[in-house]
């Protein structure tokens, strides 16, 4: 985008010094040229740099929420395999199925699972 806008300024540019007799003129247009062009890329450099940190926070961001959500499925996880444990080895000596229940916090067809 860059190049063709520069290659389109720089041929505005030459034929604006051939139509223009005038040296200063001259100077004063390529000069202004100058400045717009410094300031398309000083632009252009800026939303590059914008862009990048703007990924690269939302990628640590991400990061982040997804070890987060992780962890909790994990504990979440340990917490009911455990729950399981404790209703296998009350059912093994022999407790009541509603006290394993409420015991445990499983439900009733987790704990008909169980006794199979």
Partial sequence: MLASESEKMLEATEKLLELSGDEQARWYAL??????????????????????????????????????????????????????EIAKKLLELGTPTEVVIKASGLTFEEIEELNI
């Fill in 31 to 84: 000069s202004r040229e100058l400045s717009e062009f410094k300031q398309r890329v000083y632009e252009h450099d800026m939303k590059k740099e914008a862009q990048a940190k703007g990924h690269a926070e939302g990628h640590a961001k991400g990061h982040i929420e997804g070890y987060a959500e992780g962890h909790a499925q994990g504990i979440e996880y340990g917490e009911h395999k455990k729950a399981i």
